[in-house]
């Protein structure tokens, strides 16, 4: 697998390595370190729909990386975060089909 360099705080600690295919998430952070998800492209301001690299919505806290469109997404959208946070959050983490286990294709 080739390493992904990402700039984020994880201060170069060794990550979480990446599930296969199917298998449940680790938090590795793979999947958005390839490319922005179709949601992160529509919503994210400034990602568009040609963004190569890693998503700017990817967050890195407790050892792992989350989908800050799930977590935050009143911080990425602009809109008052405890209202996005909570509605669009949920609606996000199911399209994206958080807790699904990994979705980023085994390299």
């Known amino acids: 697998m080739a390493t992904i360099i990402l700039l984020d705080e994880t201060r170069c600690r060794r990550m979480i390595a990446k599930p ?10 793979y999947c958005c370190a ?6 992160a492209r529509e919503y994210v301001a400034g990602v568009g729909a040609k963004h190569d690299g ?11 990386f989350w989908c800050g ?23 996000f983490a199911q399209v ?5 286990g990994c979705d980023a294709s085994d390299p």
């Open 69 to 91: 469109l799930v977590r935050h997404a009143g911080r990425y959208m602009d809109f008052p975060e405890d209202w996005a946070d909570t509605m669009l959050g949920g609606l």
């Open 20 to 29: 296969r295919e199917g298998q449940p998430c680790t938090g590795c952070g």
């Open 54 to 64: 890693p998503c700017p919505a990817l967050e890195f806290e407790d050892g792992r």
């Open 34 to 39: 390839e490319s922005a998800c179709g949601l």
């Open 96 to 100: 994206l089909g958080a807790g699904q």
